[in-house]
């Protein structure tokens, strides 16, 4: 069993920044694939990034692509989501995701264990 708890969100205006983390527990970390993704009440879980087992890989959404970065520290089992100039349009309750089989995917149908998410709210 993996355990996810993600952390960081809040209200900032449209161009500021904020942090994301997850952290995990209960497997061992460094053997699966993570990723972040984002949902607004009615719609589809959107892809935002993923970040492979060894973290030398990464895929972004064209939507965030060039503002969220994506990284991964194995000796914490934490998953960080820096997420900068950020638009109204980036409102939603934001997901962290493990992927047991290594494997990076852009579809949330790859992901074994989420977390309870955090909501990000940005003003106009």
């Known amino acids: 069993q993996v355990q996810l708890v993600e952390s960081g969100g809040g209200l900032v205006q449209a161009g500021g920044s904020l942090r994301l983390s997850c952290a995990a527990s209960?497997?061992?970390?460094?053997?699966?694939?993570l990723g972040w993704f984002r949902q607004v009440l009615g719609k589809e879980r959107e892809f935002v990034a993923a970040?492979?087992?060894?973290?030398?890989?990464?895929s972004y959404g064209d939507s965030v692509k060039g503002r969220f970065t994506i990284s991964r520290n194995d000796a914490t089992n934490t998953v960080y989501l820096q997420m900068n100039s950020l638009k109204p349009e980036d409102t939603a309750v934001y997901y962290c995701g493990a992927a047991l089989t290594g494997i990076m995917l852009r579809i949330s149908a790859g992901y074994d264990y989420w977390g309870q998410g955090t909501q990000v709210t940005v003003s106009a």
């Open positions: 209960g497997r061992t970390f460094s053997s699966y694939a």
């Open positions: 970040i492979s087992r060894s973290g030398g890989s990464t």
